[in-house]
């Protein structure tokens, strides 16, 4: 266990769960989006929907989606920052059965056209878990290096990404692959037990059958 889990992350209060850890989310879904966003519809679940606003909740996810970490000062003035840049938000109570009290889950459409639909749970201390990608299902915390890349379920996509990793002597830690539908589109989600060059991420969009790579590291 690490000590941070213990005595909390550098944030700005007042909650690790309702605070940081929707920062965090948020954060995670404006990395994947890949381009700043003009529109969020946020659905919050339990404890979130319930106490959102006092928590100051809306402002972490909101402050996450703009690109701001946890321990960023403008945090509690992030509503207003979004009116200012343009990011239209939504805030809605819903209902998935089984779920995390701490539950959101964030639509975001970019400026660019690009859209993304994340699911993620706050478990305390700061620290997610990323449930769902685009209706997929998806393990990750972000807690780890990590790659999400999108593909076309073919045969052979998965052993050109592993071979490439392997070439640059990187070790896979972890490895979830999710589908709807058999031989469409797919996602692998590879969490790493080492950083990633940029070199290596472009090579991995330029093999066959990939659609886009996303790569994150914790201390970004």
């Not at 819903?94 to 009290?101: G, M, V």
């Not at 890349?149 to 990793?165: E, F, N, S, T």
């Amino acid at each position: 266990m690490n000590i941070f889990d213990i005595i909390g992350p550098i944030m700005i209060g007042p909650s690790s769960s309702h605070t940081a850890g929707a920062v965090r989310m948020g954060r995670v879904a404006w990395k994947i989006l890949g381009e700043d966003a003009i529109q969020a519809d946020i659905g919050l679940v339990g404890s979130f929907a319930m106490t959102y606003k006092g928590h100051g909740t809306d402002k972490a996810l909101i402050a996450g989606i703009l690109g701001m970490k946890p321990d960023d000062e403008r945090i509690p003035n992030s509503l207003e920052i979004a009116k200012k840049t343009g990011l239209e938000y939504k805030f809605s109570h819903i209902k998935i059965p089984k779920s995390h009290p701490n539950t959101a889950v964030l639509n975001l459409v970019g400026k660019n056209g690009a859209t993304c639909s994340v699911e993620g749970v706050s478990i305390g201390g700061g620290n997610i878990q990323i449930k769902k990608l685009n209706g997929m299902a998806a393990a990750f915390s972000g807690a780890l290096d990590t790659l999400i890349i999108a593909h076309h379920d073919r045969p052979g996509a998965i052993a050109a990404v592993a071979d490439k990793l392997a070439q640059f002597g990187i070790n896979i830690g972890s490895f979830r692959l999710s589908r709807k539908k058999r031989s469409e589109l797919a996602i692998m989600t590879i969490e790493l037990d080492s950083g990633v060059e940029k070199s290596v991420v472009n090579e991995l969009r330029n093999l066959e059958n990939i659609v886009s790579v996303v790569y994150m590291h914790p201390a970004h």
